[in-house]
Each structure stands twice: as structure tokens, then as C-alpha cells.
């Protein structure tokens, strides 16, 4: 009876434990981690996320690129539509019936959006931890609200200690770099936190306006605009702030398709018919142009030419005194 009784029991912990001896690393893994993590690597150094965690969170939230959302809609970590969505939509079936996810256009756009996702306030304390605390970032994920599973951090941790993803972090640099100086009185902000139940342009008005990732702030003339750094063009400061780049264009006097230069002023809403009662008049300086005086002044373009009486579009004149009001 006790042979029996010990067979039995032999027999259940082997049911138990083989499994979990068995899983070991796959191909089609492996595959995922090498295709993307030159990726992870960057968004450890741009926005200080553990490499370890983003490429977890990958393999675990796509099935390795293999997932009807990873295939279909370019969405690796599962990121739902919010209000202030305004890309493309992709349906399926997750916790409810028919949910609204987000659809990129690369794989390489979901990546991005996942790191910026992560810059939200709710997101802050993960990164009072060690970049090297994975087990932390990885409880304190679900903590957040990430997600709902109960073993979504050991799910992350198991990835993370199988495929060795620890040395993907040791292999990056284990501090974000330092946001440019600002000038001309312009704030700093590393995250953006606003309602998503608001538009875009109510938002925008709020005073406690924050932004994406390194990218300067400030205000003129009653109004928020961001600083552009090198590399920034419309198109991805409209994506970054999920607004249309005609849209974000037109409120900078740029539908002429003009490009942004670093130190750029780019303004988050319509600029006023006329600037601020400290600058009622200015005199042209070499080198100035209207819609340079424009972005500084926060002004539209075409208020200056129709409050001077120039017809539109006329070069402006060394020493010429504008009205700007």
C-alpha cells in the first residue's frame, strides 16, 4: 500500500516538475529578441525603461510577433485606443467583446508608442528603481494598473531569467541622457499626464501642460509650444502628441510644407491675431523673417502682413518697424 502511496506521489510531483525541466529557449523567441532588440537598447538610453522589461513585455504581450494583434494591427504590446487615439483602429476580442486597439503602421511605431505610453504619471515611481531592478519594474508594472493578469510579473520574470535578458540591459547605458539646457525662460518636461477624456485642444490650455520625452516648454503670448529638437519634423510631433499633422502644421502658418529646424518654436494651438501688449511693435533685424517673427511673437503669420498692410507673402525689410497689435 505505501509503494502504491509512494508512486502515486512520485507520480504527481514528476507531473508537476517535468514541464517546467522541459521549457526551455525557442528558435521562434530567439528570433524576436535578436530582430528587436536594438530597439530595447535605444529606449533603455532614450527613456531610462530596462531593456530586459520592454523586450519581456514584447515577447510576452505578441507571442513572439506571432499574435492576431502582432500580425494584424503592428501592436506588440497590446495598447488599447484612448480617446485621444487619433490612428488607426484594429477590433478583437480581449477581456470584453469587440475592443478598440491601437494599429500601427511598423512594428517599429508600436515600440515607440509602448516607451512613450510608459512616460505617463502613472507610470513615474517604476522609475525611482534601479535599471538593473527587474523583478521591481516588473511587479511594480501590474502595481500601476498594466495589466490585470496576477502573474503577469512572474510571467515577465520567467521570460527575463530564461532568454538571459538581464544582459540586454547591462548592455545599455544605465542613465537617459541630459535634456538640453533651456533658454528664454523654457520648462523641462520628461512626461506628458493629461486626461484623456479632454481634446486635444483643451489640453493644451491647461497651464500644467506636460510633454513627451525630452523636448523643452514654454510660453508667448498666452500660449504653449514646444522647443524641436534635431531630427523632429511635423510628422513626428504630430505622432507624438496624437494630433494630425495637417492640423499641427496649419497652426504654424507651415502648410507650405516648410521643415522644422532644431529650436523650432511649434505651437501646440491657434496663435492669437495679435501679440501680447509687451510687444506691440518690432523692429526687423537681419536675417528675420514673417514666420520667424511669428513662432517668437506667437502671432499668425497673416496678421502681420494684413496689421502692416503688405501684401502677403513680401519679404520683410531690414529695419522695417512692424505692428504686431
Avoid at 485621444?84 to 512594428?107: L, V
Avoid at 529646424?261 to 511649434?266: K, L
Wanted: glycine share 6%; charged share 25%; with cysteine.
Amino acid at each position: 500500500m505505501r509503494k502504491i502511496k509512494l508512486k502515486i506521489l512520485l507520480g504527481l510531483i514528476s507531473w508537476l516538475v517535468l514541464p517546467l525541466m522541459a521549457e526551455s529557449e525557442t528558435p521562434l523567441y530567439r528570433a524576436y529578441i535578436e530582430q528587436y532588440k536594438s530597439i530595447a537598447l535605444q529606449h533603455q538610453q532614450d527613456y531610462h525603461i530596462p531593456a530586459s522589461i520592454t523586450m519581456a513585455q514584447g515577447l510576452l504581450e505578441s507571442g513572439a510577433g506571432q499574435s492576431e494583434l502582432a500580425r494584424n494591427a503592428n501592436n506588440h504590446f497590446g495598447i488599447k485606443c484612448t480617446s485621444s487615439w487619433t490612428g488607426r483602429t484594429y477590433m478583437h476580442d480581449d477581456e470584453t467583446q469587440n475592443e478598440c486597439f491601437r494599429h500601427y503602421a511598423t512594428a517599429q511605431e508600436s515600440w515607440n508608442d509602448h516607451a512613450l505610453f510608459l512616460q505617463r504619471d502613472r507610470y513615474k515611481s517604476l522609475f525611482e528603481l534601479a535599471i538593473t531592478d527587474y523583478q521591481g519594474w516588473a511587479r511594480g508594472l501590474q502595481q500601476c494598473g498594466y495589466a490585470t493578469d496576477p502573474k503577469y510579473p512572474d510571467k515577465l520574470i520567467h521570460l527575463i531569467e530564461l532568454y538571459h535578458l538581464d544582459a540586454l540591459t547591462a548592455d545599455a547605458p544605465a542613465t537617459a541622457p541630459e535634456p538640453k539646457i533651456p533658454t528664454d525662460s523654457i520648462v523641462v518636461y520628461d512626461t506628458i499626464t493629461i486626461p484623456e477624456t479632454m481634446s486635444f485642444q483643451q489640453r493644451a490650455q491647461m497651464d500644467d501642460v506636460e510633454l513627451y520625452h525630452n523636448h523643452s516648454s514654454g510660453k508667448v503670448n498666452g500660449l504653449r509650444y514646444i522647443i524641436a529638437n534635431e531630427g523632429d519634423s511635423f510628422a513626428t510631433l504630430a505622432y507624438y502628441l496624437n494630433m494630425q499633422e495637417k492640423y499641427l502644421r496649419k497652426i504654424n502658418d507651415a502648410s507650405d510644407g516648410r521643415e522644422l529646424h532644431q529650436g523650432d518654436r511649434v505651437f501646440l494651438y491657434a496663435k492669437r491675431k495679435k501679440a501680447d501688449r509687451h510687444h506691440a511693435r518690432y523692429m526687423v533685424k537681419a536675417g528675420d523673417t514673417a514666420w520667424g517673427i511669428a513662432q517668437r511673437f506667437g502671432i499668425q503669420m497673416k496678421s502681420i502682413y494684413d496689421l502692416n498692410g503688405i501684401p502677403y507673402n513680401v519679404p520683410l525689410v531690414t529695419r522695417q518697424e512692424l505692428v504686431l497689435r
